[in-house]
């Protein structure tokens, strides 16, 4: 399996602008995991999704975040409009089970300018 | 005060050193997983554990759940094991506002110099 693929690797974007970042999680897994990382906060986690169905947005900064789940195999974090405080690290992470190993993906490199 | 705490923050070791990272955790937990990450890199699952001890190659990690600590130690190590090590534990379901998803702790950053 080629592990949890991410796109883009890097966005720089100006401010104002929509952003899509894309996660295509490892087969078979059932939950799906987007963290956001900066220096200042550490990693935290956004929304999660078990087949495909969001179970806690909690952590989705505000109105601007949006993630959707269409099917087993993408998913999308859109920010819209993206603000200089949204530059951050964006990862995806996907597992078997909700307490499991959670496999990440590289990363998404967001800066708004 | 955090939820998760790791020590030291930072750690600067010579190669072939025997290298300990400790996680001490305040909340009851289902598991507690360790990752790596490298500078600029993603992050990679090193092991999960909810008791006992694991060992991959020259990483061990040990946790004791009554006293709500965790080890990871690193034999031997060598330049390419700098990185940042991150601790997470998963709270047992319904804790707080998480709904038991893995609490971060602000990781432990090694330099192994040759």
């Known amino acids: 399996d080629a592990g949890v693929i991410q796109s883009p690797r890097h966005e720089v974007t100006e401010m104002g602008q929509e952003v899509t970042l894309r996660c295509k999680p490892i087969?078979?897994?059932?939950?799906l995991f987007w963290y956001r990382q900066t220096m200042m906060r550490g990693l935290e986690l956004l929304i999660y999704?078990?087949?495909?169905?969001?179970?806690?947005d909690s952590g989705m900064p505000e109105d601007r975040f949006s993630a959707k789940m269409p099917n087993a195999s993408f998913s999308t974090l859109k920010i819209q409009p993206s603000e200089p405080r949204d530059s951050a690290v964006y990862f995806c992470?996907?597992?078997?089970?909700?307490?499991?190993?959670?496999?990440f993906g590289p990363g998404t490199r967001l800066t708004v300018l | 005060k955090n939820e998760v705490e790791q020590s030291p923050q930072n750690l600067t070791a010579q190669e072939g050193e025997f290298i300990t990272i400790n996680c001490s955790y305040s909340?009851?937990?289902?598991?507690l997983h360790w990752l790596q990450q490298h500078p600029g890199g993603g992050i990679v699952s090193l092991f999960m554990?909810?008791?006992g001890k694991k060992k991959h190659g020259r990483l061990i990690a040990t946790i004791n759940i009554q006293e709500k600590h965790s080890s990871l130690h690193i034999t031997a190590s060598h330049p390419r094991d700098s990185a940042v090590y991150i601790c997470?534990?998963?709270?047992?379901?319904?804790?707080?506002?998480?709904?038991?998803?893995?609490?971060f702790g602000k990781g432990t950053k090694l330099s192994v110099k040759p």
């Open positions: 992470a996907s597992s078997l089970s909700r307490v499991n190993e959670q496999f």
């Open positions: 087969s078979g897994h059932d939950y």
């Open positions: 999704f078990n087949n495909n169905v969001p179970i806690d």
């Open positions: 909340v009851g937990i289902s598991a």
């Open positions: 554990l909810s008791s």
């Open positions: 997470a534990v998963f709270p047992r379901m319904n804790y707080g506002g998480s709904q038991g998803n893995l609490i």
